[in-house]
């Protein structure tokens, strides 16, 4: 099969992928599966008719299966769980609309079974029509209507569309990292939501709190205890960067490498705030810290 039909659909099925199982390294390694199966003689497997149609059949059906072979292993993880950072520069045009990729929607999604999650991404984000989803999943398509009509009702608060431009949120990502390790505890406040929420995701692995941390008050108290124990990093090791979609920063502390996600309520404060710890999630994130700096914050 065609090497270059395959590449020119490779984007589209990683974005699937990652939004299906909240790991970027592990929607790489269903997409190189997905590239094998491509790869078979056409008489040893499925027969291929439409290379995008077939490739999102095989991408989705392969989700399905890492997600059940994985269900063990996230019941018992330790913490709250977080989807893998997806990173990009801030100088650069972003490849994902924010509302799409945020933590929020993505831990939505993952409330959802895997069923309904694949029905909604594939025709709410991807735009396919419930003849084809039927196909790809193996279901009626009465019954993949059902199924996406359950899945809007869960996560239809967890796509929130703000007018505040980029540079907005990027000055308030900037001036609230600027006050928390400065220690400035009325900007941090006058900065938040009042029922600004705080996750952090360590995976059993590095020390984060292990419920949500809720209200204002509650999330400065952390942030500050953070700052007290050298978490939030001296100058010069801490990178602005687009994390999920929105302005965050990637942190080099004694320990390791964290990411911290702000997300916005609309009204030009920090509604919740996702730190990933867990090492296991963030050495995809190594690339950016080892390139030259945009903004050393």
């Known amino acids: 099969m065609s090497e270059a039909a395959f590449e020119a659909e490779r984007p589209r099925l990683t974005r699937l992928a990652y939004r299906m199982l909240g790991s970027l390294a ?3 390694d269903v997409v190189q599966d997905a590239w094998l199966r491509w ?6 497997g499925e027969p291929i008719g439409e290379p995008g149609a077939w490739l999102t059949r095989v991408t989705t059906r392969l989700c399905l299966d890492q997600l059940r072979a994985a269900r063990a292993a996230r019941s018992a993880y330790r913490g709250p769980w977080l989807p893998e950072p997806l990173v990009e520069e801030l100088a650069d045009a972003s490849l994902e609309r924010a509302e799409d990729v945020s933590v929020a929607f993505l831990l939505a999604l993952q409330r959802l079974s895997p069923l309904e999650r694949a029905v909604f991404l594939l025709h709410e984000v991807f735009d396919a029509d419930y003849a084809a989803i039927a196909a790809a999943l193996g279901r009626s398509e009465a019954a993949c209507r059902q199924l996406a009509t359950r899945a809007r009702a869960h996560v239809r608060d967890a796509r929130p569309r703000f007018s ?3 540079d907005e949120l990027v000055r308030l990502a900037t001036a609230f990292m600027g006050a928390a390790r400065s220690g400035d505890t009325a ?3 006058a900065m938040l939501a009042e029922d600004a929420v705080l996750i952090s995701d360590g995976g059993g692995k590095r020390p984060a709190a292990l419920r949500p941390i ?3 008050a509650d999330v400065v108290a952390l942030i500050e205890g953070l700052r007290a ?3 939030l ?4 090791e801490l990178r602005m960067a ?4 929105y302005p965050g920063a990637i942190i080099s502390t004694a320990d390791g490498l964290q990411t911290i996600t702000f997300e916005p309520d609309g009204a030009g404060r920090i509604a919740a705030i996702f730190i990933v710890r867990n090492p296991d999630k963030l050495v995809g994130v190594r690339a950016v810290i080892e390139s030259p700096p945009l903004d050393s914050g």
Do not use: C, D, F, Y
């Open 229 to 231: 124990r050298g978490g």
């Open 242 to 245: 687009r994390i999920n979609g």
């Open 233 to 236: 990093a001296p100058a010069g």
């Open 214 to 216: 809720v209200g204002r």
């Open 39 to 44: 790869r078979r003689p056409a008489s040893g």
């Open 187 to 189: 900007a941090l406040t």
């Open 26 to 28: 592990e929607a790489e």
């Open 164 to 166: 505040a431009s980029e």
